[in-house]
Every structure is written in C-alpha cells, then in structure tokens.
C-alpha cells in the first residue's frame, strides 16, 4: 500500500487545528492509502504545539516538528519536504483554506500517470480585498514574464506531488527560498486543480499587506535578474539623454550666446538622477544581500522538540 504524507505549517492556530484535524482525518481514513499527518510548529506563541502534542498522544500517524524559534513558513515547508516519508507528499495550510476533501480527485489524477504534480488554483478571490487582488494579479502576470518559474495566477501552496518532485525541491538548498517559484522552476508535470476560494475557518491571516509586498519582492528577485537589466538601462538611458543636453547647451552657447539659466531646474535634475542612482544601488544591494545570506550556509531550521524518532533536527 502506497504512503501519503501530509505536511502542515502551522504558525499560531490553535483556533483552527481541532477543525483542521476532524476534517483531514475523515478524508485520510477513507483512502486506500498509509498516511502521515505531519505538522510543522513554526515557533507558534500559543497553544498550538499542546494541541499537536494532543493529538500525536491519540493518533499514532501524527507527527510534529517544532521549530525553537519562528523561522517562516518557507523554512516550514521545507522542513516538512526533508522529513516527509510518503509516495506521494501533500503540502497544505491548518486554516481550511486549502480544503482536505480535494485529496481524493488530487490522488485520482496523480495516480492516472499523466502527471507527477497536482496543484490548486483559485478561481475566484472572494473575500479578499479588491487591492490586495489586484496586485496580486499584477505579480503573477510580471514574474512570468520576466523569470523562467511557471506560476499559475491564484496558485496556492497545497499541492500533491510524487515523491521524485520531493526530492528535487529538498535538493534545492537555498536560503531565500520562494516555493512557488521552485516549484515551476524544477519543471514536472503538473495539472492545475481550479475551485472557488474559501474563507479562513478560524483564527487571523498572518499575512498583511507589506508582508505580502516583501514576500512578491524575495520572490522576483530569487528567480529573476530582470531587475538588474531594468537598472542598467537606467544608467544607459540617463547617459544618453544627459549627452543630448550637454550638446544642446553648448550649442545655444556658442550659436546664440545664450547664458545657461535655470537654477532651479538644474536642481530637480540633479536630485532626479540622484534617485536613479539610489534606487539601482538599491536593486543591486538586494541581490548583494541574498548573496551574502546564502553564504553564511545557515541552518534553514533548528528543531527544538519532536515526535518524529528520524526527523531532521537541524537543516
């Protein structure tokens, strides 16, 4: 019998875990298939590590890392890759936004062999605000087109993969991780599993809108240089038209002997070239930045209490 793991950050849901929980099992205990319930506490400050260690007392196929700090839910999903122990490997949120009972059309189609990856997308942003949509929608449109990572617009994390997609995403190491975009980036076959969204069954999102911001900002700048292209035609561009002044000037002189006039306008120039320079400095400084993090070779995560006799405790 084939094995299914299910991995499940958690950061601060001790509201929507005992829903989460009674849901996942009723759908898990009518397939045909060994399962893993693998909960990541990503360093949650409430009662959420109790509630894991509640039902990993009851429940023999629960298991929990716990993280010694809050590392991210990035670092949570990989951490769930690295200790995943199924055929077939299930990545999804506690909140009941990534609803439990598609796993068994998800497990249909995997298993027809036509692809090694089942991925869901909203179809439909209900309840979410209309801002928040729409840059959402530009940042799918824009990584797209200027990366080679495939992101469906409205993709979510929860997505069912064969266990040879697991592995390739384990073995992309990086610290300043994007798993949306890695998940496109190692290719795969991959069928996209559209339904209506679904509103948060408890509890408060973790994520607000800079947080949404930076995290779009890592993700462009992990799986595109496009930026620093943007910034060198900057300087090309800025070089060019300055050229074009400075003979337009010297030309009123010497043709017209016209004085050059202008203060105040030679100062909006100035600080407008000011702010190219600081902004391309900006955009390298952040490429500068990921580069020195990789460097340190940090741990991704450090584990300070878990169920799991095998688990990967520093990674």
Not at 111 to 125: I, Q
Not at 132 to 144: D, K, Q, V
Not at 159 to 183: C, H, Q
């Amino acid at each position: 019998m084939k094995k299914l793991t299910l991995i499940v950050p958690c950061f601060n849901e001790q509201e929507a875990l005992p829903f989460f929980y009674k849901e996942a099992i009723s759908v898990l205990k009518n397939l045909n298939y060994e399962y893993e319930l693998l909960f990541i506490n990503d360093g949650s400050k409430d009662n959420t590590l109790n509630i894991l260690k509640d039902f990993a007392d009851r429940d023999a196929c629960v298991k929990y890392i716990s993280f010694s700090r809050n590392f991210g839910k990035e670092a949570a999903m990989y951490a769930g890759f690295c200790n995943a122990t199924g055929d077939y490997v299930a990545i999804m949120d506690a909140d009941m936004q990534d609803p439990p009972d598609l796993l068994p059309e998800m497990l249909k189609l995997i298993e027809s062999g036509k692809y090694d990856s089942v991925a869901t997308r909203r179809v439909s942003r209900e309840g979410e605000p209309p801002i928040r949509s729409w840059f959402a929608r530009r940042f799918y449109s824009l990584i797209n087109k200027i990366s080679d990572a495939d992101i469906v617009d409205g993709a979510r994390d929860f997505r069912l993969m064969r266990r040879e997609m697991v592995d390739a995403i384990v073995a992309m190491g990086e610290t300043n991780r994007f798993s949306k975009g890695i998940f496109g980036w190692i290719g795969f076959r991959t069928y996209w599993l559209p339904y209506e969204n679904r509103e948060r069954v408890a509890g408060t999102t973790k994520w607000n809108f800079w947080g949404l911001c930076k995290y779009a900002i890592d993700g462009i700048i992990n799986f595109s240089e496009a930026p620093l292209s943007i910034a060198s035609w900057f300087g090309i561009i800025m070089t060019a038209i300055a050229f074009i002044f400075l003979l337009f000037i010297v030309v009123r002189r010497l043709v017209y002997g016209d004085p050059v006039a202008g203060w105040a306008s030679t100062i909006c120039i100035i600080v407008f070239i000011g702010g190219i320079q600081l902004f391309c400095m900006g955009v390298m400084g952040q490429y500068i930045a990921k580069n020195y993090s990789e460097s340190k070779h940090r741990p991704h995560y450090i584990v300070s209490e878990t169920n799991k006799p095998d688990a990967e405790k520093i990674k």
